[in-house]
């Protein structure tokens, strides 16, 4: 570790704050009905697609009318997606000519990008056409993220209101969420990638004479190895910046490239890797603002990203350190930080990103449901690839995805009020509003329904020849790459450990399953609750009330976070990455 490598870790988590304020409060006024800069512009554009769809935009819906919309609008839109895969050998925009998808890849990532995890179980650039990777995944990259903050604020208002069964519009705070925070973020930061590099045309690949032709082993049908001299190299292009820029800010992770965001046509710089670092974060943590304007209690929101920023932290910490410590088995190798290296772990890391930035985006990117990559995961030492594993198993609440997050750690609230009630021997409050048992049952299944998921597929791939064939490392690391499948396919985060060959029929339903489970089984019983909040009346604080507004607070929130999400997967964790790491330092390997 080195003072360089913290000063940049603390300089991303300063702006974070710093931009926290600013984009709540936009956010608050925009899905408030308030005037924004914005409205003379995009006001007369919203009020015409209300007039085309025959939206009416003040008729407010129960949580269960909000909930059948959501599920409507996904459900088509999914549907859409996988006739896109499914015909786009017929349709424009192919100069490559790729072939339609077969059913289990086209299912799975039709259900991939429309749950907002964007897994990939193939390489877009050998994979996609542009148009399929325009109109069909870039379209969700925005419809899903939008989904996902209409919840959120509609949750928020569920906590906000009184004496009501409304909780808003879905298709109007999806609108206004497409019109003013998503759109014109994106196009201002697709011009900024572009300035750095990141591509952006329509042209057919190109193909290229190498300079110093290069001979590699080719293995034939007859299972014979020849030699063969390469001379050509085809370099892969495209819509890239349009796409990059909502992969972040909506926290999809889906890349362009298969290297995702390793690729330097994906992201060339530092400035551009640590733009859209903060792009990942800068939704979910201007929402906690917006809970705690929303709401009426300021405070509050700021002890929820408080809570959020601890663990934040403390993920990073654990992250930058394991990997800078480097690989224990490599006897005779220098791998200490010196000015012609940057030490530690480089195996599966980009060298212009070095030891801090590798440990930062792994961290950043499954603390907020996003997946996107800029080092290979499944390279990480035992502990530091246990970071992203257990971010995701937290629930994917440390900021979290856009509005999952926000969404999310309010189940936790819920869970870490009632405890709190339980401990004074109160009937638990939260902002004024008693907390009952169909509010805790509705928290817990949503959690219980992540866990049951990632445990029973988990188990069921790794007793079966169907998912162990997949796994290209045996023993305790062979575990964390299907168990990680699993976690990052319920959690919605959509990154891997890429050892495993998930591109099969088994792998592909299941892990489609496993999303379309952890994001509409979560958000139910999220809309549940609000639906239940959003009627109960305000019953005015007492001496025995839990204040939710300071340190207490955060560091029981902290600790019902860790205890009710780590805790659970503690036992799977033992037999991977734990046991993984105590056999690499007693010199053992598989």
């Known amino acids: 570790m080195s003072a360089n490598g913290w ?25 408030s009905g308030e005037k924004t800069f914005l ?6 554009i919203e009020k015409l697609i209300y007039r085309l769809t025959g939206i009416d935009e003040s008729h407010e819906m129960r949580w269960t009318e909000y909930a059948i919309a959501m599920l409507l609008f996904s459900g088509v ?52 056409s542009y148009l399929t990777q325009m109109a069909g995944l870039a379209y969700h990259n925005f419809a899903s993220a939008a989904v996902g903050i209409a919840v959120a604020v509609a949750v928020i208002r569920g ?17 206004r969420c497409l019109l003013w925070v998503l759109l014109p973020i994106c196009l201002i930061g697709s011009l900024v990638f572009v300035s750095q590099g990141v591509i952006q045309n329509l042209k057919p690949y190109t193909t290229v004479e190498l300079i110093e032709p290069q001979t590699v082993q080719v293995t034939g049908a007859d299972g014979k190895t020849t030699a063969q001299t390469v001379t050509q190299q085809v370099i892969a292009q495209g819509p890239v910046a349009s796409q990059e820029v909502i992969k972040e800010f909506g926290t999809n992770g889906g890349g362009f490239f298969g290297a995702n965001s390793a690729h330097p046509f994906e992201n060339p710089t530092p400035f551009s890797n640590f733009f859209q670092l903060v792009l990942i974060f800068a939704i979910p943590s201007a929402l906690t603002y917006t809970l705690g304007r929303m709401t009426g209690s300021q405070r509050h929101g700021w002890a929820v990203w408080a809570a959020m920023a601890v663990l934040f932290f403390v993920g990073v910490t654990t992250a930058y350190w394991a990997e800078a410590r480097g690989n224990p088995q490599l006897v ?53 690839g246990m970071v992203p594993l257990i971010n995701i198993m937290l629930g994917e609440v440390v900021f979290g ?56 597929f988990s188990a069921l791939a790794i007793i079966k020849p169907f998912g162990t064939s997949s796994i290209s490392n045996p023993g305790p690391h062979g575990l964390s790459q299907v168990l990680y499948a699993y976690v990052s396919s319920a959690g919605n985060n959509g990154s891997a450990f890429g050892g495993l060959n998930a591109n099969t029929m088994w792998y592909n339903t299941s892990t489609a399953i496993a999303q379309l489970l952890g994001r509409f089984f ?5 809309l549940a609750i609000a639906g239940s909040l959003a009627k109960k009346r305000i019953v005015p604080e007492s001496v025995g009330t839990f204040p939710v507004t300071g340190g207490l607070f955060s560091g029981l929130l902290v600790a019902t976070i860790v205890i009710v999400g780590a805790l659970t ?12 790491h105590l056999l690499m330092a007693a010199g053992k390997s598989f």
């Open 39 to 44: 409205d003379t512009v995009l006001r007369p």
């Open 401 to 456: 995805g856009v509005g999952a997050g926000l969404y999310g750690i309010v189940v936790f609230v819920i869970l870490a009020v009632f405890i709190a009630g339980l401990m004074v021997g109160r009937t638990p409050e939260y902002l004024g509003k008693k907390i009952e048992s169909y509010d805790v049952k509705m928290a817990m299944l949503a959690i219980l329904i992540l866990t049951f998921t990632i445990l029973g």
């Open 332 to 384: 005779g190798v220098n791998q200490a930080p010196i000015s012609s290296q940057s030490g530690g772990n480089m195996e599966g890391k980009e060298v212009r990103f070095g030891i801090a930035n590798s440990a930062l985006f792994a961290t950043v990117t499954t603390d907020a449901s996003c997946g996107a990559i800029n080092g290979q995961h499944d390279s990480f030492t035992p502990l530091g």
């Open 7 to 31: 000063f940049q870790i603390g300089v991303f988590l300063l702006v974070i704050f710093l931009i926290t304020k600013p984009l709540g409060v936009f956010l608050a006024r925009v899905f």
């Open 522 to 526: 979560m958000i139910i019983p999220v």
């Open 159 to 175: 906590i906000a209101r009184k004496e009501t069964d409304k909780l808003g519009n879905f298709w109007v705070d999806t609108t």
């Open 569 to 580: 997967f503690f036992p799977a964790l033992s037999l991977g990455p734990i046991l993984e």
């Open 77 to 128: 839109s999914m549907g859409v997606l996988y006739l896109i895969e499914r015909m786009q050998k017929f349709l424009p925009l192919n100069p490559q000519r790729f072939a339609n998808l077969e059913p289990g890849l086209a299912f799975g990532t039709a259900a991939s990008f429309t749950t907002n995890t964007n897994w990939q179980a193939y390489s877009g650039e050998s994979t996609m």
